[in-house]
């Protein structure tokens, strides 16, 4: 499921090299939180959130065979 994430995401992002996942998984829940470059904020989540509603359903999915449940947040990356 991992895969698909970051396949849907590498899609969308421009800077595919400066994407942080980061992946608990704490048996039934697994807690995936992306870290985007700011330029790549918009291109990922979509206009009014499509992609990243997209994204979400389709893991929702495909989850069901794993019977895990996957919450995915999408972060911007802190200007340092």
Not at 35 to 63: C, E, F, H, N, P
């Amino acid at each position: 499921m991992i895969e698909l994430i970051k396949f849907v995401v590498g899609t969308f992002a421009e800077n595919k090299d400066a994407v942080i996942y980061d992946v608990n998984d704490d048996g039934k829940t697994v807690n995936v939180s992306i870290t985007l470059d700011s330029a790549d904020m918009g291109k990922v989540i979509g206009r009014q959130g499509k992609i990243a509603k997209a994204l979400r359903t389709l893991v929702k999915a495909g989850s069901l065979k794993e019977n895990k449940k996957y919450n995915i947040e999408i972060r911007e990356k802190d200007a340092e």
